[in-house]
């Protein structure tokens, strides 16, 4: 911090920046957990069939870490959440880089699962194995905005950063 207490831009801007890769980092955990598929219409069958149970098993919503997926963009989340932490205490534009990566990653996960849901030669709608009328949840949204809001986060927060620190005196 510079002369008591004032910042300026570049502090304001990498504070701001930090700030973003925390939400955006929550966003991809909590996204992760929540449901990435709901299912709108379920096919009508009788009660008490084999096809009525196979409904009630596979016409259930479908959460992240349900799959592999998921938990690619919980750990990459956690790792964006931790390097906001960090990038707003330690001051250093390698965490804004190890941020930018990790949001890549969880921007690429969550539009390329958007992009999956109810393409059926795709290897996650195979993986879920749900019936019905399939739509994008809540989940895999937050995933995807985390990952897009965590990359230009990122990118404010390597520009605001000094490569290297001035020595004191």
Not at 9 to 25: C, D, H, Y
Not at 52 to 80: K, M, N
Not at 86 to 113: K, N
């Amino acid at each position: 911090m510079t002369e008591a207490g004032a910042r300026d831009i570049f502090e304001r801007t990498r504070l701001g920046a930090a700030a973003f890769l925390v939400v955006s980092g929550l966003a991809a955990v909590a996204g992760s957990m929540l449901d990435w598929v709901t299912i709108e219409a379920l096919p009508i069958v009788p009660e008490g069939s084999d096809a009525a149970r196979e409904v009630a098993e596979r016409g259930t919503p479908f959460t992240g870490i349900e799959a592999d997926w998921g938990w690619t963009s919980l750990v990459a989340g956690l790792v964006v959440l931790s390097c906001g932490a960090l990038l707003a205490w330690r001051e250093r534009s390698r965490y804004a880089l190890l941020a930018m990566l990790a949001s890549i990653v969880v921007g690429a996960v969550g539009i390329a699962a958007y992009r999956a849901i109810g393409d059926e030669s795709s290897s996650l709608m195979r993986e879920m194995a749900r019936i019905g009328e399939l739509s994008p949840g809540i989940g895999v949204v937050l995933v995807a905005l985390g990952g897009i809001v965590g990359m230009l986060a990122a990118v404010a927060g390597i520009v605001a950063t000094p490569a290297a620190r001035e020595p004191a005196g």
